[in-house]
């Protein structure tokens, strides 16, 4: 459309949804991501399509697998302890192959917790918090803008896998406002069929939706079909972003919001004289391993940071091994690490 | 009354014996025959007797019961 | 045979929407008498082409075999939710979903009530047999008071363990659903009533009436431990005089 408003993120990854084409959404109120679901009850049923408010979360799951198996595209939204309970629904959209968009935006944890932004559903999102041999792919977004590009990406990543697509954000982008320009809307009918999908027999034999075979050798299979899918988009689907390591000495590896944070880090350190680079995963599944591991043969140091107690640090240090130090810096509980408190761990580490 | 004739599946059968019990002819029987699962199947004892109300039918679990009737003349 | 059958006429066969496969219910069990039931009637209604089947998890979670029409197998307790998605999705869908009373009572308790509560344009099957059968015998919320289960070997007591819940009865309060009935299917006149409650609640979807529910007494003579003809008994003396039978809600 070209115009550009200022939005929350919030609101952009449901009006980027609604400009992929979703046709139905399922969510259950929680905070911080109230006005994703206010925007899609607002929207979606002046555009022909489904908003539910479901009675729980475990319901919105279930509708989105219900809707997922007919074929038209459907999102839902919720926060780490609605996430939680998603987990088993998560499990079955990807068992039985079914493109879905889910949008965690993450909060303090564990339990109820509380309402400021944090990053520790990390491993919950990657190493799979539900059930089964299985992965999602994940999208972490660090600005506003971009949260809404990933929601894009998203619905096709999920229809063209058959796989269900993460949005990790957390509750600091889906609050803050930046300027945007929304994307151009899909042309839903230019978009491939889906054979599979339960739309009626008509014409056809019947198509069974399920995640489930008594006959191990047949589960075997279907497991070895989806960890082929797994390595194809591990081959195909890694983002990540590199800032001003080409001649750094000390790294940071973030996402997401303090992704965003360590970008003015990186100019206060340079401005201080220390070669700070950043290394910013976009995609969280599949991680950027080798991207990662070819950085760490130029760097003395890669400092996670995270508002985790070291989520993300896990993988960083799989990839990186022996090859550079790898110290961490975290905040808990929905504490945001300010720049200056970013900066100070730069150079205790630096030295 | 018109002539009635059930043909049961004897590999769906699972000896359940409720179309025996649904008949109000008393014409369905456990045959003492065993299917390939080991189930005792059900047949036709009193051939003569059956109507084609189907009762058995309807009341067969497993859909293993076929029912024709006779045509009744106008 | 005595007589050809060249010459008479075909008065019940298999409906053409049960596929070949043969049942892995036990025997006795009235799963198999509802499934026919229902595929009998998606052939009267000739709504095979446009039906979707939602799978429960429990005995019939199969389901999904029996049925000659698309299908999804739901997670336990989740096929009211499911089968709201999809008819969302697509309301030109006859959806349906069967469930036990595990995965309608228990489990999925609040996904039932909401997906009448909303009215949705789909038709709810549960089956009540007062017992898990599927994982071995454990109490359903529907067992009857002193029934011997798996988890109340001494019986059940209201003190441990509540009482038989009569959801039909509490789905009936809500405003929206338009048909909710209890059926049994323990003798022929029973199975004939329960087929024509079975195609009004289909025939209400298809006419965008609202939401249906139909409650089926079933038995389960494995884990009642009873023979098939004494299981059914046992419903038409026992069972129906906790669970009435009859339209709890009519507004078609």
Not at chain 1, 264 to 270: D, F, K, L, Y
């Amino acid at each position: 459309m070209g115009e550009r408003l200022l939005l929350r993120g919030n609101e952009v990854i449901a009006e980027a949804a609604i400009r992929a084409g979703c046709q139905c959404y399922f969510a259950y109120p929680i905070t911080p991501q109230a006005e994703l679901l206010e925007h899609m009850a607002r929207h979606m049923p002046g555009l022909g399509r489904t908003f539910i408010q479901a009675e729980s979360e475990i319901a919105a799951i279930s509708m989105v697998y219900g809707a997922a198996s007919v074929g038209v595209r459907t999102m839902t939204s919720s926060s780490s302890p609605g996430i939680s309970l998603m987990q088993e629904g998560i499990s079955y959209l990807a068992g039985s192959d079914l493109p879905a968009v889910i949008v965690n935006v993450m909060r303090g944890g564990p339990g109820l917790g509380d309402i400021a932004p944090a990053q520790a559903d990390y491993l919950q999102a990657t190493k799979g918090g539900g059930h089964g041999d299985y992965h999602t792919i994940v999208l972490a977004p660090s600005t506003v803008p971009e949260a809404g590009e990933l929601t894009m990406l998203a619905f096709d990543l999920a229809d063209r896998y058959r796989t269900p697509v993460m949005i990790l954000a957390d509750g600091m982008l889906g609050q803050m406002m930046e300027p945007v320009e929304l994307p151009e809307p899909v042309d839903v009918a230019a978009l491939p069929e889906k054979p599979w999908a339960t739309t009626g027999a008509k014409n056809r034999d019947p198509n069974v939706i399920r995640s489930f075979d008594l006959d191990p050798e047949v589960l075997k299979q279907m497991n070895r079909a989806l960890q082929e899918r797994y390595r194809e988009i591990e081959a195909k689907e890694v983002r990540c972003e590199e800032t001003a390591t080409e001649d750094a000495d000390i790294v940071i590896a973030a996402y997401g919001t303090v992704a965003r944070i360590a970008r003015s880090v990186v100019r206060m350190a340079r401005a201080d004289g220390i070669k700070l680079g950043l290394f910013r995963p976009i995609t969280l599944w599949p991680y950027p391993y080798q991207p990662l591991r070819e950085l760490s043969k130029r760097v003395r140091t890669v400092l996670t940071v995270e508002m985790s107690a070291g989520q993300m640090w896990e993988d960083v240090r799989l990839a990186v091994c022996e090859r550079a130090k790898t110290p961490f810096y975290g905040e808990l509980g929905g504490v945001v690490p300010t720049p200056r408190s970013i900066l100070s761990e730069v150079k205790k580490h630096a030295g | 009354m018109p002539r009635g004739v059930v043909i049961i599946d004897k590999e769906r059968c699972k000896g359940c014996g409720l179309c025996i019990s649904a008949c109000p002819h008393q014409v369905l029987a456990f045959s003492g025959e065993l299917n390939r699962s080991g189930y005792t199947v059900v047949h036709m004892e009193q051939e003569q007797d059956c109507v084609g109300c189907a009762f058995c039918a309807q009341n067969c679990p497993d859909v293993a019961i076929e029912v024709y009737r006779e045509k009744v003349p106008a | 045979m005595p007589v050809s059958v060249e010459k008479m006429v075909k008065v019940f066969g298999r409906p053409k929407s049960l596929t070949d496969a043969r049942f892995t219910y036990c025997p006795g069990c009235h799963h198999g008498t509802l499934t026919r039931i229902i595929a009998q009637v998606i052939d009267e209604l000739e709504i095979a082409e446009r039906t979707v089947g939602i799978a429960p998890v429990g005995c019939a979670v199969f389901a999904y075999r029996w049925f000659h029409c698309d299908a999804i197998q739901a997670a336990h307790g989740r096929a009211s939710a499911v089968a709201s998605g999809a008819k969302r999705a697509d309301p030109n869908l006859i959806v349906f979903a069967y469930q036990g009373d595990g995965d309608f009572a228990s489990i999925g308790t609040a996904e039932s009530i909401h997906a009448a509560n909303r009215g949705e344009n789909i038709t709810v099957f549960f089956v009540n047999n007062q017992v898990y059968g599927m994982t071995g015998g454990e109490m359903a919320p529907t067992s009857l008071i002193a029934q011997k289960t798996s988890t109340t070997p001494e019986g059940r007591d209201p003190a441990l363990s509540g009482y038989p819940i009569r959801f039909s009865e509490m789905i009936a309060q809500l405003d929206a659903p338009v048909y909710v009935t209890r059926q049994a299917l323990y003798d022929t006149k029973r199975i004939l009533e329960a087929t024509k409650a079975v195609k009004k609640a289909f025939a209400y979807q298809l006419e965008e009436k609202g939401y249906s529910l139909v409650e089926v007494l079933a038995t389960c003579p494995t884990n009642w431990r009873m023979a098939p003809t004494d299981a059914n008994k046992h419903v038409a003396e026992v069972v129906t005089t906790v669970y009435p039978l009859g339209d709890l809600v009519d507004r078609g």
